[in-house]
């Protein structure tokens, strides 16, 4: 099975050969500014079978954890496609509104509830997590 995916402008492609291990709804105050007010959703995948073709622009920062997070974006359209974390080097996470078909990835949990605004919609039937979920793998 193979997932493909893009930026808004098709600069920057995508390809699993696996599909995702895990997809989660994210809130915390850092996919706020990505997702636009809304928060973020995004699956993990195996690094070893994901390929990006396409140059992006990597922002790096320090998460609460204390991990050092690498955000990649398109620097033609702005689209954030991907996130990892240097302690965990074999995954690598995936927008998924960059997938050609997001209906492939559907969420199992919401993560970083507490940081949430008051009207978001955070769907009843998922698992809830307050902040940071155990690593997917
Ligand atoms: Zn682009
Ligand atoms: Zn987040």
Redesign the pocket.
Same mark, same amino acid.
């Given at each position: 099975m193979t997932i493909t995916g893009r /930026?808004? %402008?098709? *600069?920057?492609r995508w390809e699993s050969l696996e599909p995702p291990i895990v997809t989660r709804w994210c809130w915390c105050r850092e996919c706020q500014y990505l997702g636009a007010g809304s928060g973020t959703v995004n699956s993990a995948f195996r690094t070893a079978s994901f390929k990006i073709t396409g140059k992006t622009t990597d922002w790096a920062s320090i998460a609460d954890s204390g991990n050092r997070m690498h955000r990649q974006f %398109?620097p *033609? /359209?702005g689209?954030p496609l991907f996130s990892t974390a240097e302690v965990r080097p074999h995954l690598i996470f995936a927008r998924v509104g960059t997938f050609d078909d997001p209906s492939l990835a559907k969420p199992a949990m919401t993560i970083w509830t507490s940081s949430a605004p008051y009207w978001a919609c955070i769907d009843p039937d998922l698992p809830k997590v307050e902040k940071q979920p155990p690593p997917a793998a």
């Open positions: /930026c808004f %402008c098709g *600069a920057v %398109c *033609a /359209c689209t």
